[in-house]
């Protein structure tokens, strides 16, 4: 028996190339997949710890493979030299370097888990060479926003023989962004089965990242669907026993249209919204606009305490109230009239001709350094932050359920916040009644994606798309118990709208409304898995 391979630690540096080892048993179920015969001829992109490696080991010992071959890349020297010492790799087949600058050699079988790291973020070399082999492999340059995971699998298709095959463990993005869908495109070219299995227990537990696995076959044919495959745990997916197993169409993935999340919906739910629910419901950008607040720059300087206004006897007139957190939201139902004034931030805005006490805390600023920051050097004059407006909702953007109010205070909000505009004709009171129902929770969590935590992630994009009852003749009485349930932190405000939106409105039956209940639980308990950090965790960028 090959002893799987534990000898790499996790290291500042290992995170900075987007390096997440591979636990054994997805590494043993892809390499099992992956060796067919005696003679089978294995590449390994980037072999980190030797996990696969010691799964293709493991693999042709139990089957008594005696000829099977293996080569492999990997860029960091440590992990390079231990996998030779380990014997888990002959050192004339363990190529130290960048993958992406390996030349193409013939193959059967490539298996790995490449980095996940944003392109924007590689160095020069590795950026170039990310580039060079997208846009010769694709004929079209690779959106900078995308993560070089997507090189590392089109140079893989580079090595494969006729008949071939991959097997990589991918971010779970990789199923929905737009910068893949030039990739969706090219494995249906190249391919003639196509599979990707997701878990709901999490690859990386410790990670905010959820990971699936691409399964592409038959290299030299081409399809038009895509198997799709659920599993509770890893072990299901060496046993074979998925709990859910749809055919989805290729060309609804390329478009967009998530087919990977409504395959884990009922048959009859999905009848159901895409039938019936679709005439009764409007998307969000119908109503309501909404936009990203305003970026500062510093928050610190931009956002003085009361101690520093004080200090530099700043007016109140150069001075805003304003929101720069999802947590402000917390508690106070459904208006920011509910905040107490001591709890709103202040916001330095200026306005007309500059006070003594204005100029000296703009001194402060440029002593400080502030003036010469990114966002602040890029406007003139540095210190007026441009963009700041009073939007008639606040939406937040990191949450496990979001969370609307309206903005009857008047406040601004940075950045942290999604800032919401009516369209004519829409009353604040009738957008809520239509917001807060369990039908647009089903569409947010369609629509909408998250982190590997679990956490939701508004982006005004994709809450544009969100479909929700179409607000106007809606009955708004149930609003008084949304903004009763938010302030106590009890129930869940969306189901308070069923009865009166859905049920008397929309005309739904007590089976159509518990099957939507259901689909909402089902997708937020996918999305959850296996939980990470909080949202009160996260790093949120700060303005």
Known sequence: MIETARYMVDTPAQRRLGVYYTPPLAAQAMAAWAIRSNTTRVMEPCFGSGEFLAAVKRVATTRRYTCVQTHGAELMGAAHSMAVDNDLIDADRAILGDFLGVSPFPVDAVIGNPPYVRLRSLPEDQLRRALDVTRETLGVPMETAGSVWMAFVLHAVRFLRKGGRIAFVLPHEFTHVRYARPLWKFLGDNFGILRVARMKERLFPDLMQEAILLFADSHGATTRSVSFEAYRTLQEITDGTPITQKQLPLRDIIEGSRPFL??????????????????????????????????????????????????FRLPASSLRRTLTATRELSGIGIHTSAIATNKARQLFYPNGTLSPEEERYIRKGEEDGVALGYKCSKRTPWYKVPDVRVPDFMLSVFKDTPSLVVNDAGLAASNSLLCGF?????????????????????????????????????????????????????????????????????????????????????????RDVGLIQEGVEALASWRNGARGPSEDSLAVSSP
């Open 262 to 311: 409504k395959a884990l919906l009922p048959d009859e739910l999905t009848r159901l919204l895409e039938d019936r629910l679709l005439s009764l419901t409007t998307p969000v950008r119908d109503s309501c606009t909404f936009n990203i607040g305003y970026v500062s720059g510093h928050k610190q300087f931009f956002h003085p305490d009361q101690q520093s206004i004080a200090r």
């Open 422 to 510: 009516l369209r004519p004709r829409c009353a604040p009171e009738q957008f809520i009644a239509a917001w807060y129902t369990s039908l647009t929770l089903l569409s947010c969590e369609l629509q909408v994606h998250s982190l590997g935590g679990g956490v939701l992630v508004l982006i005004p994009g994709e809450v544009a798309t969100i479909r929700l009852p179409a607000p106007g003749a809606l009955p708004t009485t149930h609003i008084v118990e949304v903004d009763t349930a938010l302030r106590s932190g009890r129930g869940s405000p969306y189901r308070l709208g069923d009865q009166p939106v859905l049920v008397e409105s929309l005309k739904l039956t007590a």
